[in-house]
Structure formats: structure tokens, C-alpha cells
T-cell receptor
Framework: GDSVTQMEGPVTLSEEAFLTINCTYT??????LFWYVQYPGEGLQLLLK?????DKGSNKGFEATYRKETTSFHLEKGSVQVSDSAVYFC????????????FGSGTRLQVQP | DVKVTQSSRYLVKRTGEKVFLECVQD?????MFWYRQDPGLGLRLIYF???????EKGDIPEGYSVSREKKERFSLILESASTNQTSMYLC?????????FGPGTRLLVL
């Protein structure tokens, strides 16, 4: 079945550091890929998405590129802020059949001033 | 903006109680989902529904049931709550591949 693997946290960075959170997936066909963010005490918010190979999703300075050859969708940001501290989830959705998301286990990011 | 609301942010129940978690969305989405979130496990799908009165089991349906009598409302039912159902419960809705989540209900079963 489908699966998503993301790097374990917590990831601790200083403000303005470069961020990478790795995500790889296993799926049949051509899934859509997502990054969701969960701030403390809140539900999940869509951060960005890509629906086909080589697409780049971007939002709020975050980027991720759908790499079919490496089955990856790594999240990057050039300069993190304290307000980026949250848990980040990588997820996939098959484009046919059941449309439920398959999530990675989440990566907690802590940004220190 | 899509809005998904859940009836409670926090609930405390006793073992054996029947528990209802309610979810309402205001965007006329066909699909609705219930997940539970546990540390280190990410989100796991309990049940989903793609139409009124239609439901399908997700990956961990045991101990749960659902009801969807109206398009905007999707209820999760714990028939007899157990301590291993202590968790964060998240509802989501979608019309295509992007899902929109509610704020979650943190349930503690004593």
C-alpha cells in the first residue's frame, strides 16, 4: 500500500537558518503530494501541494518539488523564523479511487531566536 | 474560506461511555474524513464518507462507527469508549484532492 516516510524530529534551528525536511513516498500511479503544518493547539493547515512530477509547490517562503525519479517531496525554506515552529506533515493522495490522505509521522521544528 | 468545525476542543469521558464527535463543513464538500493523531504515528484514517449515507472503513475502524445523514455533517461514534481511544481526533472535508481540517478534538478516556 501507499506510505510516506519523513525525517524524525525534533529539528532545532536558529532563526534565519536554512531548513530541509526530507520526505519520500511509495505509491502506485501518480499521487498528489502535500505538506501540512500544525501549530501548537491547532488543526492541520495546508502549506503547499504539487499534483504532478516536477511541479514545485510554494507558500510563505516554503518550497517543495515533486521528484518522481527519487519519489521525494522535500520541504525547504531559506530562512526560518521563530513563528515557523510547528509540526510538519508530508502526505500523499492517490488520484484515483480512495481520496484519503496517507501521512508521514510528522516532524517537529523548533526555531530558536 | 473553507470552514470545518468540530463540536468540542476537549472531552473527558469514562471507560464504557458512548461518545459522539461532531464535524460540520460549510463548503458543500462531498468527501469527509475522520482521522486520529497519535505521537510518532502521524494521522491514521478511521472512516471516510463520499456522499450522504455512504461510508467506508479506513485503516483503523475497530471500535468506531460513523454517521452521515446530511452532507455538511459527519459524526464519529465510539460505542463503548476505552482508554486506548485517548487521542486527538481530526475531521477533514474535500471536494478534490485537497483536504481541509478542523481544529481537532482532544479526547481523554479515563
Amino acid at each position: 500500500g501507499d506510505s510516506v516516510t519523513q525525517m524524525e524530529g525534533p529539528v532545532t534551528l536558529s532563526e534565519e537558518a536554512f531548513l530541509t525536511i526530507n520526505c519520500t513516498y511509495t505509491a502506485t500511479g501518480y499521487p498528489s503530494l502535500f505538506w501540512y503544518v500544525q501549530y501548537p493547539g491547532e488543526g492541520l493547515q495546508l502549506l503547499l501541494k504539487a499534483t504532478k512530477a516536477d511541479d514545485k509547490g510554494s507558500n510563505k517562503g516554503f518550497e517543495a518539488t515533486y521528484r518522481k525519479e527519487t519519489t521525494s517531496f522535500h520541504l525547504e525554506k531559506g530562512s526560518v523564523q521563530v513563528s515557523d515552529s510547528a509540526v510538519y506533515f508530508c502526505a500523499l493522495s492517490p488520484n484515483t479511487g480512495r481520496r484519503a490522505l496517507t501521512f508521514g509521522s510528522g516532524t517537529r521544528l523548533q526555531v530558536q531566536p | 474560506d473553507v470552514k470545518v468545525t468540530q463540536s468540542s476542543r476537549y472531552l473527558v469521558k469514562r471507560t464504557g461511555e458512548k461518545v459522539f464527535l461532531e464535524c460540520v463543513q460549510d463548503m458543500d464538500h462531498e468527501n469527509m474524513f475522520w482521522y486520529r493523531q497519535d505521537p510518532g504515528l502521524g494521522l491514521r484514517l478511521i472512516y471516510f464518507s463520499y456522499d450522504v449515507k455512504m461510508k467506508e472503513k479506513g485503516d483503523i475502524p475497530e471500535g468506531y462507527s460513523v454517521s452521515r445523514e446530511k452532507k455538511e455533517r459527519f459524526s464519529l461514534i465510539l460505542e463503548s469508549a476505552s482508554t486506548n481511544q485517548t487521542s486527538m481526533y481530526l475531521c477533514a472535508s474535500s471536494s478534490a484532492e485537497t483536504q481541509y481540517f478542523g481544529p481537532g478534538t482532544r479526547l481523554l478516556v479515563l
